[in-house]
């Protein structure tokens, strides 16, 4: 069993969806890009970028209305 809210939360939404985690490895994915480039990042600010995508990913996941990936207000990044 997860220890952290996040953990949990995960397995909920995994629990609902098995695309759950390929949908959330994409978002991330796509959330982490458009960090990068906004931040005309270098190999130097990986960590950085790293830590407030997961951040970002941390609070949308936390929202009261998100029930599924589909949810997070980033996945609109998916549809570009």
Known sequence: KPASFMGRRFLQLLSEDEMAFDNLYCVAFQMM?????????????????LKSTRSQLERELALDDVLSVKDLPAY????R
Request: hydrophobic share 50%; aromatic share 14%.
């Open 33 to 49: 890009d458009a960090r990068w480039l906004a931040k005309r990042a270098s190999y130097m600010d990986f960590n950085d970028v």
């Open 76 to 79: 609109n990044l998916l549809r």
